[in-house]
């Protein structure tokens, strides 16, 4: 009773016109729990009350014409410092209809994308699902079955399977550049978090116009460890199926990714 008192006063004091500002929206695995972690830190800055709010991905709340955004903004809690709004569902830049659902809530959206080397990404995605019992394959059969697999959730995509999928990110850019300039689009690589997460993150407090002197403490957030780690026929395989992929990312990036090829 108490809890829904709070909650009722909550909603009572917070103000409703007051939209959300960014996302961090992809990729999974590749650095987003870091990243939410180091940005609830800003003074400035006032993310969700819990990580993965899962609004523009949910298809009951997009059944109906007008989405019910009061609920959307019922995630948040700002205070009198907070300049700004954010939230990271990294789900969003792989969903299909959610680039499209934020433009419609936010068209001035600004929205942060990290990549992370896909083979790595997909070994990581298997061993969280596998760490939560949500997939009994091993990651060879997995990732070799995973389009038969993914068929079972259309036509939407495969939330828990899509391991292979989720790491051709051109086709996700390119959606999300359908909606949003970009300039309104933070691309950031893992490695820059991992190895340089000041100069990164004064990257994106510049970024989202909040004070660049703001100092964190690197961390290492959610990293899980593995039973094993993937092996040289998985990688080569993987490599094969990204190399294409990969070599665009660079010329449209004009990034260097050559590591993601020899690593």
Known sequence: MLQRIRQSIKHLIRPQNRRVDFIICGAQKGGTSALDAYLREHPEICMADTKEVHFFDDETIFRNMLPDYSAYHSKFSPEPAHKILGEATPIYMYWFDAPKRIWQYNPDMKLIVILRNPVDRAYSHWNME????????????????????????????????SYVDRGFYLEQLRRLWT?????????????????????????????????PSHVVEPKDVHSLSYGSLCNIREREYLRSIYEHEIRNIERTLGWDCSNWLSD
């Open 179 to 211: 909606y949003f300039r970009e300039e309104q689009v933070l691309i950031l690589k893992n490695e820059e978090l991992r190895n340089q997460p000041l100069e990164t993150l004064r990257k994106v407090f510049n970024f989202l116009q909040v004070d």
């Open 130 to 161: 596998k760490s939560r019992n949500a997939d009994r394959l091993s990651f060879w059969e997995a990732i070799h079955i995973e389009r038969e697999r993914c068929r079972e959730s259309l036509p939407f995509q495969h939330r828990v399977y």
